[in-house]
DNA sequence: GATATAGTTAACCTTGTGGTGAACGATCCG
DNA sequence: CGGATCGTTCACCACAAGGTTAACTATATC
């Protein structure tokens, strides 16, 4: 459970999440089209294995992937944690940002 | 406005987000503690500045931060965004998974 | 003016990341 | 069996990330 937001930090694995989340697929389903060769996507899937976003499961010769909803969630509710801190404290931050507020 | 999960996936910047969501903070404030050196803070807050998730104003020899929330907001709304799908398709999923789907 | 404080820039190093082509492993199909 | 298909691992490369120390800029303070 390693950290799902580097997961996240690479567009090509956002692509991928964004498949999945609309329901699973085998590998070549979820990752076709973004342009880079096989070698490079499957160390994109390494990396959403390894951090738990993505499980996988071998079925023949196809490997079928799906999302793991609960890490997605935590890095969901960071984000929600943090988007309802900082929708309190607009009016503050004019205020502090000019020199006005001297002490 | 260069894609704030990069900004997002390291955790001394999500660090520096979190102090911030609270309230805006001068560098000092924002990013003590970490136990690394300054150089090494004011490279994470380029990162945090170039991709928008932070501002900053210089106010005399101090440089006042705070929370850009637009930008986080784009980043709240894809991961809103994702989990509403993937909440809806549980059912599908162990289905999927296994070998039983033939066709 | 001298010194302390806030913070950045420069130069450097090590490791990680993202990409490639080539070869391989395993399964399906004729 | 022989070939096509799905996907991985291997060996390699270029460059970005993250860290360091040392030096610097600029403001504040005495």
Known sequence: MNDPFRALSHPIRRGIVERL?????????ATSGFGVSKPA?????KVLEETGVVKRVVVGRTHRLSLEPDVMS?????????????????DVVDEYLKEDKPQ
Not at 21 to 29: I, N
Not at 41 to 45: A, C, P, V, W
Not at 74 to 90: C, K, V
């Open 74 to 90: 935590l890095a969901a509710d960071w984000m929600d944690r943090q988007r309802a801190l900082w929708e309190r404290m607009f």
């Open 41 to 45: 996507i499957s160390k994109h899937l």
């Open 21 to 29: 989340a609309a329901g699973p697929a085998t590998v070549g389903e």
